[in-house]
């Protein structure tokens, strides 16, 4: 009932937003991974990029939503797979949202290009952090090298797709908060870069809870995420959305519950 990052705000709160599908797999480790369940999935049987796009079409059309998403795990790791998928989803939902989302850390300007060529009009792509080292601690990375060459892809990858496909795509960003990793400075740096490519992106700051490897960690209040939404907002970001404990709120604080 939700979406994900890049879902637009103004649909949810009314019944189904999206039939959702998740890959199994994941280049990054993070230790509080909220769907460890279908990243670190081994058994289930692997089905082609055809059949999953009935599938979750079927699930669309029984629950009437606007918009069909693929997450995971990563689903961009497979593009031969992901690229047909989209295909096949552009086939048989003509007219219909059809949404990415990824963390953004392999994909390039031409597999951005194949995708939208494909279908895909609604990416969601979650930079996570700003600094290296915060990325570092929310992924589980420990070369530094790696973890700086997928931090600056995701940024450099959101920016070419607002630049290249605002009026084609619809395009959100995600940022991953929990005060035992970032501080309320980065967030205004993440707010000035993220106002420095577009001040009305979409922009959805999720609140890490215990999950995973990371079971000890306190979930945000929802004071505090009310505090994340005023620092981004004041850095002149126009459409910030903040999860929480009691549900998404959005610009001018409307509430979607779960």
């Known amino acids: 009932r939700v979406g994900g990052k ?15 599908i998740w890959t199994a797999g994941c280049n990054l480790r993070c230790p509080q991974c909220q769907n460890y369940t279908v990243t670190y999935d081994n058994s289930t049987e692997p089905v082609t990029p055809q059949d999953a796009a009935r599938i979750v079409t079927a699930c669309s059309r029984r629950y009437d939503t606007k918009g069909i998403a693929i997450s995971g795990g990563e689903p961009t790791l497979n593009k031969r797979w992901l690229v047909r998928f989209f295909q096949e989803l552009r086939r048989l939902n003509l007219g219909k949202r059809l949404h990415l989302d990824s963390n953004g850390t392999v994909l390039t300007r031409d597999y951005v290009d194949e995708l939208v060529e494909s279908g895909c009009n609604n990416i969601g792509v979650e ?8 990325y570092m601690k929310i992924t589980g990375l420990e070369d530094h090298d790696v973890a700086k060459t997928y931090l600056e892809n995701s940024w450099d990858i959101l920016k070419y797709i607002v630049d290249e496909y605002n009026r084609q795509v619809y395009v959100g960003a995600g ?7 970032m501080t309320f400075e980065e967030l205004e740096e993440i707010g000035d870069k993220i106002a420095s490519i577009d ?3 979409q922009v959805t700051v999720l609140d890490y809870f215990p999950s995973f490897r990371r079971r000890w960690l306190k979930r945000p209040t929802v004071e505090e995420m009310l505090k994340v939404k005023k620092i981004l907002e004041e850095r ?7 999860q929480t404990s009691i549900g ?3 610009p001018a604080n409307i509430k979607s519950v779960y």
């Open 175 to 181: 940022i991953a908060y929990n005060k035992e990793w």
């Open 199 to 201: 001040p009305s992106l």
């Open 248 to 250: 998404h709120l959005g």
């Open 6 to 20: 890049a879902t637009p705000w103004w649909e949810v709160g009314y019944g189904y937003v999206e039939a959702a």
């Open 127 to 134: 930079p996570k952090a700003f600094r290296i080292e915060t």
């Open 236 to 242: 002149g970001l126009k459409t910030v959305i903040v």
